[in-house]
């Protein structure tokens, strides 16, 4: 299976980074400090199939500096593009991944650009707990 | 000037719909044929619906180059791209299960038809250019997915034997689905 990430995850960096650098920072000043430290909230792989020309779940509830992968399942080529420009997985083959981590709070539409039925919605947390039920992760 | 585009605009979906239809009607002259048998048997076989498969893509195929050469309209030669792609996808797919089902399509006569009546479709279409072509293009496109959809529900997918083939065909009619909304996305904003 290809597994890619598109272009625009380097404007999403500093977002998983400013994500991990205090729960760090945290740590660090623990462990100096001789305690012990709860580790960092691990975060959640939110899986999306891309099947039967759609996106299943249409809608994925996730956290701050989760990951969302989705897969092409079906036997024609799609893409996963964000309706404001934020990422784009452009041409995406048959049996394909492409893996996205959200940095910004906030309801975000994306659509295939080749078949304009195929809709979905991330809709990102400040952060905390992310939705596993609605993930399907 | 408009009214000179009425006749090969009408005439397309109608010969399609009769071509298709004679797809639709080779149970019942099959049936007709025999001597009131007990059981009817499938009017076509798998190799039958390999064939009829690979002419129904390569068909759209045909018709999409059409329009990228023809058309200037970016919204429609973005559609025939698409169409490109997704049935060589989707024949390419069918060809490796007949190859690995060791499936050798066969043709019938209703799978004739059908390629002649797209090609005198297409041969009206090379009359058209301009906002007359898109509209004949684009309607066509309606009708022709629209048909294939009522062929694979009522005909193919019931006839099939084999169950790879049947999962194929039952995988891809989503994107046939996807295609015929598309088109009507085009059709309405070409009549604007």
Known sequence: ?137 | MHKRFDAPLGAIPIALVLALGLLVAVPAIGRAAEAAPAETPAALTDANIAAIVLAANTIDVDNGKLAIARSKTPAVKAFAQQMITDHTSVNTKAVALAGKLGLVPVENQAGKHLVASTDATRKAMRKLSGKAFDRAYVNNEVAYHQAVIDLLDKTIVPAVQNQQLKDLLVSVRPAFVAHLEHAKMIQADLSK
């Open chain 1, 1 to 137: 299976m290809n597994a890619r990430t598109s272009g625009s995850m380097r404007a999403l960096r500093p977002g998983l980074l400013r994500g991990w650098g205090v729960p760090g920072l945290v740590f660090g000043a623990l462990a100096l400090a001789g305690c012990r430290a709860a580790p960092a909230p691990a975060r959640t792989v939110h899986a999306v199939a891309i099947r039967g020309m759609q996106f299943d779940p249409a809608v994925v509830r996730a956290a701050v500096g989760d990951t969302l992968r989705w897969t092409n399942r079906d036997l024609v080529p799609h893409t996963v593009t964000s309706r404001t420009g934020d990422f784009d997985s452009k041409d995406l083959p048959p049996d394909s991944t492409f893996s996205l981590v959200v940095s910004a709070a906030g309801s975000q539409p994306y659509a295939c650009t080749y078949h304009p039925t195929m809709k979905g919605t991330l809709e990102v947390q400040a952060g905390g707990p992310s939705s596993r039920r609605a993930s399907g992760s």
